[in-house]
């Protein structure tokens, strides 16, 4: 089972790709245990906000979220030190 973890990217939102957008980064992790150091890390983050974790993604593939949100997604495997090591 894949675990999610998604959260509203200030400072990519509004430019760029996301241009007049929210960008919701929306991270994919094989383990809860990634999930959960993903989710650790990005709370502590500035510009990461309505950070939570998910099982499943079903409403994001709606056309209704499209005028609003640039959606980007990542693997964790694709990911730095910063978001895979938890750190206190």
Do not use: P
Not at 11 to 21: C, I, L, R
Not at 53 to 69: A, G, I, Q
């Amino acid at each position: 089972m894949k675990h999610y973890v998604t959260m509203i990217d200030r400072f990519m939102s509004g430019w760029g790709m996301a241009e007049g957008k929210i960008n919701l980064l929306i991270i994919e992790c094989e383990t809860e245990k990634d999930a959960k150091t993903i989710y650790r890390n990005a709370k502590k983050r500035s510009e990461m906000e309505s950070v939570s974790m998910r099982s499943e993604l079903h409403y994001f593939s709606d056309d209704t979220w499209k005028d609003k949100y640039y959606i980007s997604r990542k693997h964790f495997d694709d990911l730095g030190d910063v978001w895979t090591t938890f750190k206190r």
